[in-house]
């Protein structure tokens, strides 16, 4: 069973600091996905990452993928209060891309 | 386009009582999925329906069976429900991924059951 751990798996910091979370495997995945989930909502995604050292940004948002794609980062700068909510990765298998494996959350609350 | 539609919202349940929890997608998916969330444990997939006529076990099947009616439908179905499995549930649906990349999962807003 291929696992995906988040961490921290809360974090609560005012506004206008800088996070990072992290998600780690043992595993070698084939591409990652973060989510963002919002209280009393189904989690969206924010981005897909591919190739093993791949960084993407989002405005604000950084993401990177390790280049043994076995780990990935979410890092926020200048963090709003619009950012707070629970972030998850999902991992894609190397072998059958049908389903994910996902972490278990990073809650974030970015304190006015 | 609704996107990802999940009935009911909530549900309560009294241990051994069964229930189907009903989901549609109108984005001409062919994959959809069942997962359930649980605090500090992320989303656990149950089943899933990688094109019509065809279903899958996920990580945590027991307890439960699904039904791909058609292309838009994928039911899950609770045949005598546990305390264990009170949780909230959702359905997402996805275009068929080719090997080795998965599309973006789009969910639905979820279904909160309590088992007592």
């Known amino acids: 069973t291929q696992l995906l751990e988040q961490s921290p798996q809360f974090l609560s910091i005012q506004e206008g600091e800088n996070l990072t979370v992290y998600c780690n495997s043992s595993?070698?995945?084939?591409?990652l996905q973060w989510y963002r989930q919002e209280p009393g909502e189904g989690p969206v995604l924010l981005v897909t990452?591919?190739?093993?050292?791949e960084v993407k940004k989002l405005k604000r948002l950084t993401f990177q993928f390790g280049d043994a794609r076995k780990d990935s980062s979410l890092h926020i700068t200048a963090a709003q209060t619009g950012d707070t909510g629970l972030y998850l990765c999902a991992g894609v298998a190397l072998q059958g891309a049908q389903k994910l494996v996902f972490g278990q959350g990073t809650r974030l609350t970015i304190n006015p | 386009n609704a996107g990802v539609t999940q009935t009911p919202k909530f549900q309560v349940l009294k241990t051994g009582q069964s229930m189907t929890l009903q989901c549609a997608q109108d984005?001409?998916?062919?994959?959809m999925y069942w997962y359930r969330q649980d605090p500090g444990m992320g989303l656990r997939l149950i089943y899933y329906s990688a094109s019509e006529g065809t279903t899958d076990k996920g990580e945590v099947p027991n307890g439960y069976n699904v039904s791909r009616l058609n292309k838009r439908e994928f039911s899950l179905r609770l045949e005598s429900a546990a305390p264990s499995q009170t949780s909230v549930y959702f359905c997402?649906?996805?275009?068929?991924?080719?090997?080795?990349?998965?599309?973006?999962?789009?969910f639905g807003p979820g279904t909160r059951l309590t088992v007592t």
């Open positions: 997402a649906s996805s275009e068929l991924p080719s090997t080795g990349f998965s599309y973006e999962q789009y």
């Open positions: 595993s070698v995945f084939s591409s």
């Open positions: 984005m001409n998916h062919n994959s």
């Open positions: 990452v591919v190739t093993g050292g």
